[in-house]
Every structure is written in C-alpha cells, then in structure tokens.
C-alpha cells in the first residue's frame, strides 16, 4: 500500500506541474460542450435531446487527448523499467498510475457536467443521472484507454494507433452512458444502464492492470 500511496502522490504530484497538459483535455471539454448550443440554436427541446450524447462525446474524446501521455514520459525517463524491477508488483503499482490518471482527467469532466448540462436545459434528475454516469463510464475509459496506451508504447505514430485501439471498445461505454439520461426522460429507469456500465466497470478494474502491465514488460524488452 506504500509503494502504491507513492506512486499516486507522484503522478498526481507532476500533473500538477504540467498543468497546460491537464487543463487542455477540460478546456477541450468545455469547448464542445460550449459551442453545441450555438450551432444547433435555442431550441430547447432538441438541446435536451442531444444533451447527453454531446457531453458524453465531449468526455471521451477529452479523455483520449490525456491517455497517450500516460506511460509515455515514464517510459522514456525510465521509470516503468523502475517498477519492472521492483519487488513490488507491477499491475498494482500500473493501478495507482490509472487511479492518478482518472482523478487527473475524469473527476474534473464529471464534476464540469452539471454546470455545462444547464446550458442545455437539463432537469436536475437529467444532470444527476448524467453525472454518475459519466462517473462510473470515466473510469471505464480511463481503465480501458490504459490498455491501449500501454500496446502502443515506444510505437511510432502510436497516438493514431492509439485512437484505432481504443475507440471501438469505447462505443458501448458511449452508448449506455447516453442511454441512461434518455432513459430517465422517458421515464424508463436507468436501473439497467447503470447495471451494465457497473459490469463494464468490475472487470476492466480486475484486468486492466494486469494487461498494461504484461504490455509494458514487452515494450521494455
């Protein structure tokens, strides 16, 4: 538990350092978020009705700008080759770098959502279920994204392979994120939606540290 605390106080901690990185995922964010309603007009009923699919939208392609960067500048200063030769194991110490990664690039979008959703004219039910899906669907894509960025690591041109990888396996993310504010419009319950997004959720958890981590043994040799 030490060396995991340690390892997410330094991701956390260089983030922090780079802020420029950080906020240009959010400025991102707000960007898309921002200049839908301008393009489509101030119809409330069709802003409503594309409310969640352009949020969601807006946070995937957020988070892809952020996952490239995720093992690569531990990759080239040589700390990933540190943590391949610590007695510690590596998929737990890759868990506290996905944990510093969603905490660096999910929790701001989710915690932006309820503000950009008003420009939209959400109901409050509308941006409460938007908000905890996108909570538990950044993770999802912040875990599955790792994969994809720990495949392409020391590739060349890897942003773009990066995007081939991982977009495919971020549509169902997409679809049931979105699909759980309809859902709630239509009086249907979102009980399912997030029932799928949760089973989603538990598996990338268990599994993705230890792909990124058998990845990054193959990048290093």
């Not at 997409?174 to 504010?181: C, D, K, P, Q, R």
């Amino acid at each position: 538990m030490q060396a995991f605390m340690a390892v997410l106080r330094r991701d956390l901690r260089l983030a922090m350092r780079r802020k420029s990185e950080v906020l240009t995922a959010v400025f991102f964010f707000v960007v898309v978020a921002a200049l839908f309603p301008l393009g489509i007009g101030p119809e409330l009923t069709t802003l409503r009705l594309v409310a969640p699919g352009v949020l969601w939208v807006g946070a995937l392609l957020s988070s892809m700008l952020a996952l490239q960067r995720l093992f690569e500048t531990d990759y080239r200063d040589g700390t990933l080759e540190q943590m391949a030769l610590s007695p510690v194991s590596m998929p737990w110490l890759i868990s506290a770098k996905l944990l510093a990664h969603w905490l660096v690039s999910g929790v701001p979008l989710v915690l932006l959502t309820p503000v950009l959703g008003l420009q939209f004219d959400l109901s409050v039910e509308a941006l409460v279920t938007l908000t905890l899906a996108l909570l538990l669907g950044t993770s999802v894509l912040s875990l599955v994204g790792g994969i994809g960025a720990a495949l392409t690591l020391g590739v060349r041109g890897g942003g773009v392979l990066l995007s081939l990888l991982v977009l495919p396996l971020f549509i169902p993310v997409l679809v049931f994120g979105a699909g759980a504010v309809e859902a709630q419009a239509s009086g249907l319950g979102t009980q399912a939606h997030f029932s799928i997004l949760m089973a989603m959720l538990l598996p990338a958890a268990f599994f993705s540290p230890l792909a990124c981590a058998a990845a990054v043994r193959i990048a290093l040799e």
